[in-house]
Every structure is written in structure tokens, then in C-alpha cells.
């Protein structure tokens, strides 16, 4: 949608528009076209930075992604962090989303922005902090390198912003057709089952999105909680850049595999995404 | 109105409930409980494989206060919450104000611009590595060419210097998207309004877009400020904490003195008095917000 403002704006200052927006669009592709170049690099010519055009300035090859998904170790995590971040994402909307829906649509003894907020003010707490107790905790139920068990901790951390998230998607559907349904007599839970979710679908996309890169992107846990079997993909990075330093092909091709899931996923997502980042409703 | 008010006040009583509570419940479980337990900790000695052996009172807390090592980590946590969050609250406002105004290919723009939320930033860290490296790094090469010779990753001051940009790069890109969404809320009529007075387009941002926008943009800040205070993985991914420890952020030194060195009391220890610091921040800023919002 075009603003009023540009329509009246003079040559210069839509001049000056487009060179910000270009610089920042370039910024922003700049670290992903430089990890595409070295990826298909050899580990010799990584060490030219200013060879940059495949062909004309060095003959590319997929040798270092072949070198990377033949790992075993590599497709496992990559596995591990898709489940563990499918699973989080499941798990969260079971628990947030009716919770968000009943903040949005019901009174309580306590104001419901007072609980949205409470359950905002968790988020305040650093994870590196409660290590120790879910540590043990795992331990404790033999969940150390699971699935599970980081899935119980990233839906720990990400409940909160699914609630909120949703809470705002509820508020802004129109409440008629529930209220219509209600003279028709349908039960609350009918109205919220059949009635409000659908009518909040791309709500609920985008807080599975969301919920979904933000399982993907976690490390500390997923580090500490994961040796093995159930190491995610950000944990082996983090794993290889301290064991096997770095070569720039190998680093670029793992940046690329660690990246792309999330970010096809936001393509998917991002003309939606608005609606899901309003914010709207701990205004207070 | 009155009557609507009162069958909503029976209208799913039971249920509300219902749907709340198992939310609420887990929250409780899951971060109040462990919060407790960490306190129960922190006035531990605990041994591997045995458990707590006994109450140490203070002792943990001693000798976290006369670590040298966690003061720093706390520094350099607050140097690059310091600098890194005014950066990415200035340029995700002003490229948000540049997308909504909404020249031909902002669609593009917009796509491109809140990508970088979406990476992950350990890889992002390591990434910057081979950006960063004095050997062959782009950035490092680049600005080398033109006499800024920075040793990015073997010095302290390089090594934060090269992750606040990297956080600058992926989270810059948080504030670009809620603050877009909150200047859609702005309608045409406000405009035309402004453009009578304003004499000019810059001054259309501030007397109007930057007042209207202010509730989500502060909340985006609020929301950046506290997951900013948590960070690890970038600068962790870059230079693991070196030269040494001295770009060691708080959430690594705890991580480290709890999972490395197995040691469970100093690493709570050390969790509460950053919580406290961490919510002291927090209060404070809060309430300079909701002032300023009047």
C-alpha cells in the first residue's frame, strides 16, 4: 500500500528513500551471498576473499556440501532439530492457545492483561539461570539427550509468547459470529472449537512459525542438555566451531543448512507476520 | 450492553477456566519451582553423583561477588545490551518508516529486511568467523583495504566489537517488524493532517510516526532489552568467550561454570545475583516507559 506521503514526495527525497532501503536490503543479503560463495568453494580458494564470481573467478564445487551431508552426525541433528522444533511448536499451542483464547474473550477476578503480563514476566528470566534445576530435573527422569526433554524445556520457554501472541489474534477477531452462535445455542467450548480458531488461522501460522525458528535458533539448552543421540543442529555448530575451528566452506555450509529451514518457512509466513507482532494488548 | 455483559459473565464459566489453567499451571511448575530451586542451590554444596552434601550459607554467594571472572561477564553482557539495542531500535525504526511509506518494491524490501530474525544465530556467530578471521574475512579484508586495520577476533575490544555487529545484523530486523506493524495502525486522514503543517517529510516521521508508533515500539523495546540481557549464542558461536574470557557474556559464564565445571551452588549462585540485577534493570526501565507513554 502506498502512503500519501510518497505519492507527495519530490524526486530527491524518494532518491535518497530508495539508496537507505537498497543499503539496507544489500546489508541484510550481504552474509547470505557471502556463505553461498564459500560453500561452493574449495578449501584453497576460501583463503581468496576477493574471489567472489563462480566460474570467472574460481571453478565452484558442491564438494564441501557433499563432505557435510554425507556426516551421519550432521543428518541426525538436522533431524533431531526438526522434530524438536515440530514438537515444541505442537506442544505449545495445546497449552497456549486456549489459554490465549480464554484471556481474550473471558473476565477473571484478576484483570486479564495483569495475568497476559505475569505470563510475559517469565520471559525475564535468563535461562543460563535455571540450568542447574532442569539439569537435574532431566537427569533426575532420565531425559538427558532426548527429544523430550528439550521439548519440555523449549515449550517452557515459548508458552509465554504464544499466549501473547494469540491473546492480541483473538482480541481482534470480531466477536459477532461467536455471538451469533451463542443465540443459536452452541456451547462456549463450541464457539471457541469450531468457530474462533478457524477464524484465527493465519494467527495461529504465524505463532507456529515464530515458536517453531525460535526452537531451531535456541543453543544454551540444546548445548548443555544433548551430547549425543538427540543433538540438535545449533548444538553440533556450536560443538564443531569449538572442536574443529573453522574452514570457511565447512562453516558456510553449515551456516546455510542452520539457516534455511526457519527463513523458507518466514517466506511463507511474512505477509501475515503483522498480525502476529502487534503487540496491541499489554499496552496496559 | 448490560445484559450482553452479564450472560458473558455466565457464558463459560466453567470452561475459561479450563483452558487457562493448564497454561498457568505449567508456568507455575516450570519456572517458579525451578526458580525456587535454584535459591536451594545457590546456599548448597553439591557434589556430582550425591546430590546436596550440605548448607554452605553465604559461602557460594562470597565467592561469586569476588569472582573476577563474572563481574567481567557482567560488563561485557552490559556493554553489548548497551550498544546494541539503541542501534537496532534507530535503524529498525527508520527502515520500518522508509518500508511503510511504500515505494514501488517494498514488498521485496519488507521480505528481505525481517529475514534475519528467522536465522539462527549460532550459525550466524560461526558464520561471522569467516567475515571477521584477518585471514581472508570479508569484513576484515574490505575494511583492511581502505586503512581500518581491526584485530576483530584475536583482541577483546574486536572480538565484542564483531558480535554486537552481528546481533545488530539478526535483531535489527525484530524491531523493523513490529514497529511496521504498529505503523500500520496510522490512517491516510493523520497524513494528510500532518503534511499541512510539517515542513517537511522528516519532520511528518517524528510529529507523527514516531509518537503514534510509540506504545508497540516500546514494548518492542522492552521485549528486545530483556532478551538481549540473555544473550549467548552469537558471541558465544564467535569467539567462544575469547581471547581468554574477555568476550564472555554472562549466560556463557554460567553455562560454563555449571556444565563444564559441574559446579551446581556457584552457578546458581551466580544465576540470582544476575536475576536481581537483571530485574532491577528491568523495573526501572519499565516504569520510565510507562511514564514517558504519560
Not at chain 1, 452462535?181 to 505463532?207: C, H, N
Not at chain 2, 530451586?37 to 557434589?47: D, E, G, L
Not at chain 2, 528467522?118 to 575494511?143: C, H, K, N, R, W
Request: hydrophobic share 55%; net charge neutral; proline share 4%.
Amino acid at each position: 500500500m502506498t502512503n500519501v506521503l510518497w505519492v507527495r514526495a519530490s524526486m530527491w527525497s524518494r532518491l535518497i528513500v530508495y539508496v537507505l532501503l537498497i543499503g539496507a536490503a544489500a546489508w541484510t543479503l550481504m552474509p547470505f551471498a557471502w556463505a553461498i560463495v564459500n560453500s561452493v568453494k574449495t578449501l584453497a580458494d576460501t583463503f581468496q576473499a576477493g574471489a567472489i564470481i563462480p566460474f570467472v573467478d574460481f571453478t565452484p564445487t558442491l564438494k564441501s556440501w557433499d563432505e557435510v551431508l554425507s556426516d551421519p552426525q550432521v543428518v541426525r541433528a538436522f533431524v533431531s532439530s526438526i522434530v524438536v522444533s515440530a514438537g515444541t511448536t505442537v506442544f505449545v499451542l495445546l497449552l497456549g492457545v486456549p489459554a490465549a483464547y480464554s484471556l481474550a474473550r473471558f473476565e477473571f477476578p484478576i484483570d486479564s492483561n495483569d495475568i497476559t503480563l505475569w505470563f510475559l514476566s517469565q520471559r525475564v528470566l535468563p535461562p543460563a539461570v535455571v540450568l542447574v534445576p532442569f539439569y537435574l530435573l532431566m537427569v533426575q527422569f532420565r531425559l538427558i539427550d532426548t527429544w523430550t526433554g528439550l521439548i519440555f524445556c523449549y515449550s517452557t520457554f515459548n508458552l509465554a509468547f504464544a499466549v501473547v501472541i494469540m491473546r492480541d489474534i483473538f482480541r481482534d477477531v470480531s466477536t459477532e459470529i461467536e455471538d451469533a452462535a451463542k443465540v443459536e445455542g452452541a456451547s462456549a467450548w463450541q464457539v471457541f472449537w469450531m468457530i474462533a480458531l478457524p477464524l484465527s488461522l493465519d494467527g495461529l501460522v504465524v505463532t507456529s512459525v515464530l515458536v517453531f525458528a525460535f526452537s531451531w535458533n535456541e543453543a544454551l539448552f540444546a548445548s548443555a542438555l544433548t551430547s549425543q543421540d538427540a543433538m540438535t543442529f545449533s548444538a553440533l555448530v556450536l560443538a564443531s566451531r569449538s572442536t574443529r575451528g573453522v574452514d570457511f566452506n565447512i562453516a558456510s555450509v553449515n551456516t546455510l543448512i542452520g539457516i534455511i529451514p526457519p527463513v523458507i518457512l518466514y517466506f511463507f509466513v511474512q505477509r501475515y507476520l503483522a498480525r502476529g507482532l502487534s503487540f496491541g494488548a499489554v499496552k496496559g | 450492553m448490560a445484559a450482553a455483559r452479564i450472560s458473558r459473565g455466565q457464558y463459560g464459566a466453567r470452561l475459561k477456566y479450563v483452558l487457562l489453567l493448564p497454561a498457568v499451571v505449567w508456568v507455575v511448575a516450570f519456572t517458579f519451582l525451578p526458580l525456587v530451586s535454584v535459591i536451594r542451590y545457590s546456599f548448597a554444596a553439591y557434589v556430582l553423583g550425591r546430590g546436596i552434601t550440605g548448607y554452605v550459607g553465604l559461602a557460594n554467594y562470597i565467592e561469586v561477588v569476588n569472582s573476577a571472572r563474572f563481574w567481567h561477564s557482567i560488563m561485557v553482557t552490559a556493554i553489548y545490551v548497551a550498544v546494541s539495542v539503541p542501534v537496532e531500535v534507530a535503524l529498525g525504526f527508520l527502515i520500518a518508516w522508509l518500508v511503510h511509506l511504500g515505494p514501488p518494491g517494498t514488498r521485496t524490501f519488507r521480505t528481505i529486511i525481517g529475514a534475519p530474525l528467522f536465522t539462527m544465530e549460532v550459525a550466524i556467530g560461526y558464520l561471522g568467523v569467516t567475515m571477521f578471521s584477518s585471514q581472508g574475512g570479508l569484513i576484515a579484508v574490505l575494511l583492511a583495504k581502505i586503512g581500518i586495520d581491526i584485530p576483530w577476533l584475536s583482541s577483546a575490544w574486536g572480538g565484542l566489537a564483531a558480535a554486537i555487529v552481528l546481533d545488530i545484523w539478526r535483531w535489527t530486523s525484530f524491531m523493523f517488524l513490529i514497529v511496521l506493524a504498529g505503523l500500520g495502525s496510522i490512517t491516510t486522514e493523520l497524513y494528510d493532517a500532518a503534511i499541512l503543517d510539517a515542513k517537511n517529510h522528516w519532520q511528518v516521521m517524528w510529529r507523527l510516526a514516531v509518537p503514534l508508533a510509540w506504545p508497540v515500539t516500546s514494548i518492542a523495546i522492552l521485549l528486545r532489552t530483556i532478551e538481549s540481557l540473555k544473550v549467548f549464542a552469537i558471541p558465544f558461536a564467535l569467539t567462544t568467550g575469547g581471547p581468554g574470557t574477555s568476550t564472555e557474556v554472562f549466560s556463557a559464564t554460567d553455562y560454563l561454570t555449571t556444565i563444564q565445571f559441574f559446579d551446581f551452588g556457584k552457578g546458581s549462585a551466580m544465576g540470582i545475583v544476575f536475576l536481581i540485577m537483571v530485574s532491577a534493570v528491568i523495573t526501572v526501565f519499565f516504569r520510565q516507559m510507562r511514564r514517558r507513554l504519560g
